[in-house]
């Protein structure tokens, strides 16, 4: 994560103040607004998805109701309340968000393996485990009990602890993303429908492992400057103004909107997918075909990210 403390105490609510410096304005303000037509996005998302799939819960609405309740704060933190509390919550937030989905992609990839019956015993407890871990690390920002001192030479342990979580869940999905892959292409599935959850599956690891990356290495090299030039500020990285502003900007557009434009880009074509299913039902020809329930039903659910598989024959994984 993006290490909060290099950027001025400023939300877009102070370019009403006469001692607003322009730069500042414009990326708070820009901030506030993205985070808000994000917010918007997540809501119709959220009523779509539950209108046609009638669930009021699996991986997708997790997903989107962390990121309702993550934008939200985003808006309110750079529009009116900037407080290094709200920047925890949302890098909280976010992290359970790659967590949901981490442990989505790696029941996925077990259910393909064969090793379903891990799901309770393993997944579950580790899922628990590090949401309690990642809570203690939120509480713990929030109180404070790391040393003040550090935390104004802009090395505050947080941050190191939630880019650790950020990569390791990134990586956790990458290995996921790799195993299911391979099992894939052992699958009977028509080609089209292959590439097409190849690309959708490859597009949120890619996105979430290189952002991961951007940020962590940003902080690295963030507070390796800062601990070599103790006189600097942790405000002031950059001696221009415009240049501090056009880069911490990006950092947070990079850091927390664009992984959630990935999931949002993926889950509407999902969607738009299911009605295109629901809407056109198949020709009875089809329908009368030898074993069809049996592999209708493994093209729908493997195509379908949405839902974990229940049915995959042990002749065909």
């Not at 509390?85 to 393909?112: G, M, P, Q, R």
């Not at 485990?129 to 947080?158: M, N, R």
């Not at 979430?208 to 390796?224: K, P």
């Not at 850091?255 to 629901?278: G, S």
Request: some cysteine; aromatic content about 12%; glycine content about 2%.
């Amino acid at each position: 994560m993006t290490s909060y403390n290099s950027t001025s105490n400023s939300a877009a609510i102070d370019c009403f103040h006469a001692d607003c410096q322009l730069p500042s304005c414009l990326r708070t303000s820009s901030l506030a607004i993205l985070f808000l037509v994000t917010n918007l996005l997540c809501l119709i998302q959220t009523y779509r998805t539950i209108r046609l799939t009638k669930r009021r819960i699996n991986y997708q609405l997790a997903i989107l109701y962390l990121a309702i309740l993550e934008t939200l704060l985003g808006f309110l933190h750079w529009g009116f309340l900037s407080s290094t509390d709200f920047d925890f919550a949302i890098i909280y937030l976010k992290l359970i968000e790659l967590l949901v989905l981490s442990y989505y992609f790696t029941s996925y990839a077990f259910e393909l393996l064969r090793y379903r019956h891990l799901e309770n015993r393993l997944l579950v407890p580790v899922f628990i485990i590090l949401v309690l871990i990642l809570t203690s690390f939120l509480i713990i920002s929030i109180i404070g009990l790391w040393d003040k001192s550090t935390a104004e030479a802009c090395l505050d342990p947080s941050f190191v602890l939630f880019d650790a979580s950020q990569l390791l869940l990134s990586v956790l999905i990458l290995i996921a993303g790799c195993l299911i892959t391979w099992k894939l292409k052992k699958v009977q599935l028509s080609e089209n429908i292959r590439k097409r959850k190849q690309s959708i599956l490859w597009l949120l690891v890619l996105v979430f492992l290189i952002t991961s990356l951007i940020t962590a290495g940003w902080d690295i090299g963030f507070d390796l400057y800062h601990a070599s030039h103790a006189s600097s500020s942790c405000t002031h990285t950059f001696d221009n103004e415009w240049i501090q502003a056009i880069v911490n900007w990006l950092l947070r557009t990079i850091d927390l909107l664009v992984p959630l434009w990935a999931a949002l880009y993926v889950f509407n074509l999902e969607l738009v997918a299911k009605k295109i299913r629901h809407a056109e039902p198949l020709p009875e020809a089809v329908l009368q075909q030898p074993h069809f329930p049996q592999n209708y039903t493994i093209q729908k659910e493997l195509y379908d990210f949405s839902e974990n598989t229940n049915d995959v024959p042990e002749d065909e994984v």
